[in-house]
Every structure is written in C-alpha cells, then in structure tokens.
RNA sequence: CGGGGUGUGGCCCAGUAGCCUAAGGCAUCUGCUUUGGGAGCAGAGGAUCGUGGGUGCGAAUCCCACCACCCCGACCA
C-alpha cells in the first residue's frame, strides 16, 4: 500500500473531545473517526486491525467446534417478551423502535433470544447434541454513558458464541474449553488477560471475566499476589490489600478493561423458549446453553491502552495493521529508486508492508508519522543507506537500528523471528 | 439521571465588561527553496461564531430555551 494514496492522514493534534489514550492515538493516527458518543468510523488502518484479531478469534472458535453464522441486528419484540427481557432489564440497553404499523422491534445487545428459538428447528435429539454456533456482528446498546473511546459503546462489534448440551458436565466441559481458547486469544492479540470471578449478571449465577489490568480499565479486579485468585470487586468478599481466601497471600485491587465474558446459562434460556431434547429413552429434558462473548473493538482499544508510548502506538505484530513500514527518507532520484526496489522484494515476500512514497513530506514528518502509526517493523531507505547498499530496519518496540544488505531483504524476512510485544 | 466543563473554517485554538475587517497555527492550493525527527519564504482559497428565540443603534460576546460533546458519579452481558 502506498501511503500517498491512503485515505486517512495521520495528524498532529487529537480531537479536543477525545481525552482516552486509544481514542486519541487511533483518531491521530487515522485509524477510527468518531460519529457521535460511543460510534466510530473504521478507516483502512483500523479496520485492518479490526480483521486480524476477527480471524484470531475466528479461528480459535472454529478449532473449538463451533460454527459461523450471522444472526439479524433487527429483531420482532415477541422474542425478548418470551424471555421479559422487552422491558427490564432489556429495556435499559436496547434500542427499541417502531416500524410499518407500529410494529415494534428492538436492535440485538446480544442474541439469546433468538439463536435459542433458532436452536429449536435443529436440536430435538440428544443425537444433535452438542451444538456451537457463533457470530461476529455489530451489537448496539443505549450505554447511559458512552465513553473511553473504544471502550464503551453504542454501536460495537462482538463476537458471541453459543453453546448447547445434554447435561452439566458436558456444558462445563465445553466451558472449559472455551476458557483455554480465551487465554490463548487474549495471549495472541498481545494483552494478558486474567480470569476473573465474575457475578453473571442478567445472564447467569456461572461466569468468568477476561480482564487486563491498566488505569484505563473501569471494573475494579481484586487478585492475589501470588496465586491465580482474583474476582472482580462487585462480587468479591475480600478488599484490596486483606488476605487471599484461598492462599492466605495479600490481594490488590487493580483497574482492568474487561475484554470477554463467559456464562453458563443452563437451562434459562432454554426453559423461556422450551427448547429440549430427548434422550434414548424419549424422555424430554431441557438442553442446557452456555454464550460466550469477546468485544472486537474493546480488544483494539486495550491493545493500544496496553502497547503505546510518548510517540504513539506499538502494535503487537498479530494484530498489527501491517507487518512493515517502508520508508524513502528523501525525495531523491536514489533514494526513491532504492526504496521502490525494497518494495518489490517484500511484495514478492508477501509482506504486507505500507510504503511512505508521500513526496510532499519532511524526513521528520514521516518519521514521527511512522512511530505514531505504529507499525512493527520500520525499514528506511535513505542517502546514507543507498550509499552502504543497505536498508535500515528498526522495531517499533526496541531503541536500535539495524542495516541489511538490499539483496539479504528477503532472506531477512523468511529467517527472523517473530517480535512479540509483552 | 445528578454534578462539573466545553462548543469559533476540515483540525487545534485566540477573541467574551457589546464595536464595525473574527486573529493565529495545522491541513489544503500555487510558486521557489528544502529533506535523519512534524522545514523556509511568498501568495491564495476556506467561517450561517452549536441551534432557536430575546434585549440593544449594534451580539461570537448579554438573557432564555434547546442540542451536541467530554469528565466524575449512578448504571453497565
């Protein structure tokens, strides 16, 4: 990708109604846009970002079992009457609008009423038994207060699995290992995220919280020093600084940004829409649900609450919007020619690398453009460069350069190794 | 929803005891000169001063209402 042609420019002041760190850095960058409160625009850069933790996830959650599907955002009122979620508490945080005739309807904030009914055509025997279906898809809740950027919106995108068995402990199984598989997405995307305790809310008595701990998160986690306790506050029987309950060891508490939320639903949902199955014998029992929900765009602004500094973000390279920025330092004959061969190599390579081919732009602005658009690996052609029949290549992450020969470019690629930013 | 704050070219902002031409920077356009950390000079275009009403000879500036945005709290799978 050339930059001249790219459709965002990266600028050097935030918006003056952004104050958190990832929306101040991706609005500069050019990576989001904001709309209105808790609604953004996803330019190229950021939706790059956007699809590379989306096939993370994706992939995890088909290596767990379960299948892709793609439910509606517009819903019939009747199904969230079946369950008395039309007025409280659904009535808080969905969108509820009429249509032709006044029929009404309400925008998905999650999806159990209908992918419950929906599991009914299916499921009827224990032979259909288990069943995960999952969806990556817009939600849209009517936050009281959208805020923090990326972190609490109106209009965001999740991915929400659900899940379906005959008993308990095939559910708690399947639970499980979903939990193993949110670890290792988590692990991946670059944050580390812990699992915490969690009440289930209007969903369930069984959750887990994923939570990363950095000043911007807003849920209050309490953990042990020293062993894998930790709950979040609002269930939480112990205070920060008081006695672990389960190793005697001190607890802290800790602001973290809560990235994904498991729940064992059991038969709640299942009972409203009576969705069962018989078992060898012919008898009906109630299928029991799990669901399972991971929020894209809060990921992307963890990421960066989590990986940035004074000049801008530092994207861990599993997530990162290109894998390496090219850059011609100057608009001189040499120079450009060194720079448009280096290109050719790495497309070659399959690297997906964003040239700086802007011809307008000061060595400096492309430089601190570099380190604000925060791309893994810098690679920079200059006079100097040319001159030593080389290429220089600096990690966003790290403070020194490096210079490769042009003809080892390619090589350099296919033997280096993976930087991963902790 | 309670408390606090802010709305001025695409962006950041100055200007507010009422004054006639709304200042500057960034960005954009033209020309020349520049190029290892957001370059310089010369010129150009771009503004219903959030919206509606009111008080003045006169309103970005004063009054009223509304809207939007931000922060704290409440709330929050």
């Known amino acids: 990708m050339h930059q001249s042609e790219l459709f965002s420019k990266a600028s050097r002041e935030a918006p003056s109604d952004e104050v958190s760190v990832n929306a101040k850095l ?76 006044d029929r009404e309807y309400g925008l998905g904030w999650t999806h159990e009423e209908i992918v419950t009914p929906l599991a009914k055509k299916f499921i009827s025997s224990y032979k259909d038994l288990p069943r995960a279906v999952y969806q990556i898809q ?25 899940s379906f068995h005959t008993d308990e402990q095939d559910l708690i199984k399947f639970y499980d290992k979903a939990r193993v598989a949110y670890s290792r997405i988590f692990k991946s995307v670059g944050l580390n995220a812990l699992q915490v305790e969690a009440s289930g809310g209007a969903f369930s008595k069984y959750s887990h919280e994923f939570q990363v701990v950095t000043p911007a998160g807003e849920d209050i986690v ?42 064992q639903l059991k038969d709640r949902f299942s009972q409203a829409f009576r969705l069962t199955y018989k078992d060898e014998t012919g008898k009906d029992h109630p299928v029991l649900m799990g669901c399972y929900g991971i929020g894209l765009t809060r990921v992307l602004g963890a990421v960066v609450e989590v990986h940035h500094d004074e000049h801008g973000i530092i994207w861990p390279e599993a997530v990162a919007p290109f894998q390496a920025h090219l850059i011609a330092l100057q608009n ?48 920079v052609v200059s006079e100097k460069t040319i001159a030593a029949q080389s290429i220089e290549v600096k990690a966003r992450a790290e403070k020194n350069t490096e210079l490769i020969k042009f003809q080892d470019l390619g090589k350099y690629f296919k033997t280096r190794k993976k930087i991963y930013v902790e």
Request: proline content about 4%; glycine content about 10%.
């Open 26 to 101: 991706l609005s500069r960058a050019g990576f989001i846009d904001k709309l209105m409160a808790g609604a953004y625009s996803y330019l190229p850069l950021g939706l790059r970002v956007l699809k590379n933790i989306e096939n993370i996830i994706r992939t995890e959650m088909n290596e767990l079992g379960g299948q892709e599907v793609l439910l509606p955002s517009l819903q019939p009122k009747e199904n969230w009457e079946a369950t008395g979620r039309w007025k409280d508490p659904g009535r808080e945080v969905m969108f509820q609008l009429k249509g032709r005739g």
């Open 138 to 162: 817009t939600k849209f809740r009517d936050e009281p207060r959208a805020k923090s950027g990326l972190l609490r919106g109106r209009e965001f995108i999740m991915k929400d699995l659900y």
């Open 222 to 263: 309490i953990r042990c020093e020293v062993c894998d306790f930790a709950q979040n506050r609002e269930i939480s029987e112990v205070e920060g600084g008081g006695a672990c309950p389960r190793c005697g060891k001190k607890v802290t508490a800790e602001r973290a940004i809560e990235v994904g939320n498991i729940f």
């Open 332 to 379: 001189v004959k040499s120079v450009r020619a060194g720079t448009d061969k280096a290109y050719g190599t790495l497309q070659k390579e399959g690297i997906e690398v964003l040239y700086d081919d802007r011809l307008e732009s000061s060595a400096g602005e492309k430089l601190t453009d570099a380190d604000l658009i925060g791309i893994p690996l810098r690679l």
